[in-house]
């Protein structure tokens, strides 16, 4: 019996003493590394706590050096009366009580800054990742606020849009008028040219056949040849010499050849060169994609 109420005595002052002196590196169950504010919840959790012991022996407030005089007044009769005997489960409790008292005031300091650095470092890597998720978090509000006048932007481009479209569709009424009216001029600009060129070849080719029936006609004729030579002697010496036979042998070439050409009735150079020219102007229509085309009398045809 005195067994077992030394032994509960012994438990409720090992309680009181760890209560008294235990070190600060002692985790609560409940402790939480968050960073948020407390809840309404942890308030009313902490006001149900109940209210500490004053401490002291027995919970009594009275310091425990005063444990000692009584300890030693009870242990006296308890010890000679064989009350309380002291075997080998008291040298062991001893033995125990030693080892614990040398643990906590040789080995307290060092557990205790183990435990404090690990929940240091579970705090600063909590707060690490709150401060990544409240980085990401106001990345996307200021995407969200810069997206705020999307609707606005989308219909500026639907405005934008439409009017291009009206621009574009104004446009596309006049551009096939502006590519016609080109086409025509660059046709005419293409007929212009082949007649130029025509006629500056036909004209070369009369000249080089008047050049030469006049040469004929003056090598031949004796009479032409001294008349030719006396005008070209009276007109260096200044002299009058008349009429030049050769200017007059041009003239009278060119009027029979104007003559022969007026009586005669064939065509077919004329169309020759009408076909070839049609020709051309459809091949050149045909590449550039031009909106008509000429039938065989010359005739635009629309093709579009």
């Given at each position: 019996?005195?067994?077992?109420?030394?032994?509960?005595?012994?438990?409720?002052?090992?309680?009181?003493?760890?209560?008294?002196?235990?070190?600060?590196c002692a985790i609560p169950g409940n402790m939480s590394f968050h960073a948020s504010a407390k809840r309404e919840e942890d308030a009313t959790a902490e006001a149900a706590?109940?209210?500490?012991?004053?401490?002291?022996?027995?919970?009594?407030?009275?310091?425990?050096?005063?444990?000692?005089?009584?300890?030693?007044?009870?242990?006296?009769?308890?010890?000679?009366?064989?009350?309380?005997?002291?075997?080998?489960?008291?040298?062991?409790?001893?033995?125990?009580?030693?080892?614990?008292?040398?643990?906590?005031?040789?080995?307290?300091?060092?557990?205790?800054?183990?435990?404090?650095?690990?929940?240091?470092?579970?705090?600063?890597?909590?707060?690490?990742?709150?401060?990544?998720?409240?980085?990401?978090?106001?990345?996307?509000?200021?995407?969200?606020?810069?997206?705020?006048?999307?609707?606005?932007?989308?219909?500026?481009?639907?405005?934008?849009?439409?009017?291009?479209?009206?621009?574009?569709?104004?446009?596309?009424?006049?551009?096939?008028?502006?590519?016609?009216?080109?086409?025509?001029?660059?046709?005419?600009?293409?007929?212009?040219?082949?007649?130029?060129?025509?006629?500056?070849?036909?004209?070369?080719?009369?000249?080089?056949?008047?050049?030469?029936?006049?040469?004929?006609?003056?090598?031949?004729?004796?009479?032409?040849?001294?008349?030719?030579?006396?005008?070209?002697?009276?007109?260096?010496?200044?002299?009058?010499?008349?009429?030049?036979?050769?200017?007059?042998?041009?003239?009278?070439?060119?009027?029979?050849?104007?003559?022969?050409?007026?009586?005669?009735?064939?065509?077919?150079?004329?169309?020759?060169?009408?076909?070839?020219?049609?020709?051309?102007?459809?091949?050149?229509?045909?590449?550039?994609?031009?909106?008509?085309?000429?039938?065989?009398?010359?005739?635009?045809?629309?093709?579009?």
């Amino acid at each position: 019996m005195f067994r077992a109420a030394t032994s509960s005595v012994v438990r409720r002052a090992a309680l009181r003493s760890s209560s008294k002196g235990a070190p600060s590196c002692a985790i609560p169950g409940n402790m939480s590394f968050h960073a948020s504010a407390k809840r309404e919840e942890d308030a009313t959790a902490e006001a149900a706590l109940p209210a500490e012991s004053k401490g002291g022996l027995f919970g009594t407030g009275v310091s425990e050096w005063f444990a000692l005089p009584v300890g030693i007044a009870a242990a006296v009769p308890l010890i000679k009366f064989d009350w309380y005997v002291i075997n080998e489960e008291t040298q062991l409790m001893a033995v125990f009580i030693a080892f614990c008292v040398t643990f906590y005031t040789q080995g307290g300091d060092a557990v205790h800054a183990a435990l404090d650095k690990t929940a240091v470092n579970l705090l600063k890597e909590h707060n690490e990742a709150e401060d990544k998720v409240i980085q990401a978090l106001e990345q996307k509000l200021h995407f969200l606020k810069a997206n705020q006048d999307m609707v606005n932007d989308f219909n500026a481009i639907n405005e934008v849009r439409a009017t291009t479209y009206e621009k574009l569709n104004a446009a596309g009424a006049i551009k096939p008028k502006h590519d016609f009216k080109s086409q025509v001029e660059r046709m005419l600009n293409m007929i212009a040219a082949e007649e130029a060129s025509y006629t500056e070849k036909t004209k070369m080719a009369l000249m080089s056949e008047a050049t030469a029936s006049v040469t004929e006609k003056f090598s031949s004729d004796k009479a032409l040849k001294k008349s030719a030579l006396d005008a070209s002697i009276a007109a260096l010496k200044g002299g009058s010499s008349g009429a030049d036979p050769v200017q007059a042998a041009f003239v009278q070439f060119f009027k029979e050849k104007a003559a022969a050409a007026k009586a005669s009735k064939d065509d077919s150079e004329e169309k020759a060169q009408r076909e070839a020219m049609i020709a051309k102007m459809n091949s050149v229509a045909k590449n550039e994609k031009f909106f008509f085309e000429f039938d065989s009398a010359g005739q635009a045809k629309m093709t579009v």
